[in-house]
């Protein structure tokens, strides 16, 4: 919630709330910006970390099929196919790629739906309910709904497109695996991907396996780069301070004594460097005969 900019709601929220009470904050990842938000939320905080930091639930096999980028929408299908897969959360990057997803699937015979910010909230209920009561195969989003969808037992996710943000990644394949069940998450990297593969692999600090699915095979593969240890967070610029508190913190100098001092210090200069105002001639009177 803090992530996706409802601070402000947050806010108002807390503020109609007792004085006296217990915050918790729950997350699968905690960036050091998230840190600085809520430390204006909670009072003394104790935190508990049941995993390592950002990492993906053991209970989640992750992988990677290297794919290019034309071929990725048939893979999908083949994949769906092959394996019989049923209950597949697929996540898109954009709502109109989401759509058109939606469309092929429809077209190849596979059910399929879409919720994302341009549904109503209707729709994105009904379609949702669907998918749990078996009527809907494929269920296409986009990170709208990678950190509110709890669907029991949710056996595969698969990533059509890496997200720009590397711990959506986390969130997105967080929704399988859930209370001690398993599951599969399954990505389709083409060449074009490989910064946010990498940065995904460095985030969770995990090599992900990769597998060639049989028949799309790309012309361009994935490079094997290997994994870089994770970036260190910035700190928070600190703010800098006004020329008021700048007067203010400086010690004040003491005023020299009126007398001698002024007039050594005087004599004490480059008489050189001093510049003399031009003197203006005076204009003799004119004659007269």
């Given at each position: 919630?803090?992530?996706?900019?409802?601070?402000?709601?947050?806010?108002?929220?807390?503020?109609?709330?007792?004085?006296?009470?217990?915050?918790?904050?729950?997350?699968?990842?905690?960036?050091?910006?998230?840190k600085e938000l809520a430390k204006d939320l909670v009072h003394n905080p104790v935190e508990v970390s049941v995993s390592p930091e950002n990492a993906a639930a053991h209970t989640v096999e992750q992988w990677i099929i290297p794919v290019d980028k034309s071929a990725k929408t048939n893979a999908l299908i083949?994949?769906?196919?092959?394996?019989?897969?049923?209950?597949?959360?697929?996540?898109?990057?954009?709502?109109?790629?989401?759509?058109?997803?939606?469309?092929?699937?429809?077209?190849?015979?596979?059910?399929?739906?879409?919720?994302?910010?341009?549904?109503?909230?209707?729709?994105?209920?009904r379609a949702l309910q669907e998918f749990k009561d078996g009527e809907i195969q494929?269920?296409?989003?986009?990170?709208?709904?990678?950190?509110?969808?709890?669907?029991?037992?949710?056996?595969?996710?698969?990533?059509?497109?890496?997200?720009?943000?590397?711990?959506?990644?986390?969130?997105?394949?967080g929704r399988t695996g859930r209370a001690g069940s398993v599951g599969e998450a399954v990505s389709l990297v083409s060449l074009d991907e490989l910064d946010l593969l990498i940065e995904i692999e460095r985030l969770t600090q995990a090599k992900i396996e990769r597998r060639i699915l049989e028949g799309?095979?790309?012309?361009?593969?994935?490079?094997?780069?290997?994994?870089?240890?994770?970036?260190?967070p910035k700190k928070p610029k600190t703010p800098k301070a006004d020329s008021e508190t700048l007067r203010t913190a400086q010690p004040q100098r003491q005023a020299?004594?009126?007398?001698?001092?002024?007039?050594?210090?005087?004599?004490?200069?480059?008489?050189?460097?001093?510049?003399?105002?031009?003197?203006?001639?005076?204009?003799?009177?004119?004659?007269?005969?």
């Amino acid at each position: 919630m803090l992530d996706m900019g409802f601070i402000r709601d947050i806010s108002k929220i807390l503020n109609l709330l007792p004085k006296k009470r217990q915050n918790l904050l729950f997350s699968a990842t905690f960036s050091a910006e998230i840190k600085e938000l809520a430390k204006d939320l909670v009072h003394n905080p104790v935190e508990v970390s049941v995993s390592p930091e950002n990492a993906a639930a053991h209970t989640v096999e992750q992988w990677i099929i290297p794919v290019d980028k034309s071929a990725k929408t048939n893979a999908l299908i083949q994949l769906i196919k092959r394996n019989n897969w049923f209950q597949v959360l697929v996540f898109s990057r954009t709502k109109h790629g989401a759509n058109r997803l939606v469309a092929q699937l429809d077209k190849a015979g596979i059910k399929a739906a879409a919720i994302h910010g341009n549904k109503s909230q209707g729709a994105r209920t009904r379609a949702l309910q669907e998918f749990k009561d078996g009527e809907i195969q494929v269920l296409v989003a986009t990170d709208i709904a990678a950190r509110g969808i709890d669907i029991k037992e949710l056996p595969h996710v698969i990533n059509f497109d890496l997200p720009n943000v590397c711990e959506d990644y986390v969130h997105r394949i967080g929704r399988t695996g859930r209370a001690g069940s398993v599951g599969e998450a399954v990505s389709l990297v083409s060449l074009d991907e490989l910064d946010l593969l990498i940065e995904i692999e460095r985030l969770t600090q995990a090599k992900i396996e990769r597998r060639i699915l049989e028949g799309f095979s790309p012309n361009n593969p994935l490079p094997d780069i290997a994994l870089k240890a994770p970036r260190k967070p910035k700190k928070p610029k600190t703010p800098k301070a006004d020329s008021e508190t700048l007067r203010t913190a400086q010690p004040q100098r003491q005023a020299r004594p009126q007398g001698r001092d002024q007039g050594t210090k005087k004599s004490a200069d480059n008489p050189a460097k001093r510049r003399r105002a031009p003197q203006r001639r005076r204009q003799s009177p004119p004659k007269t005969d």
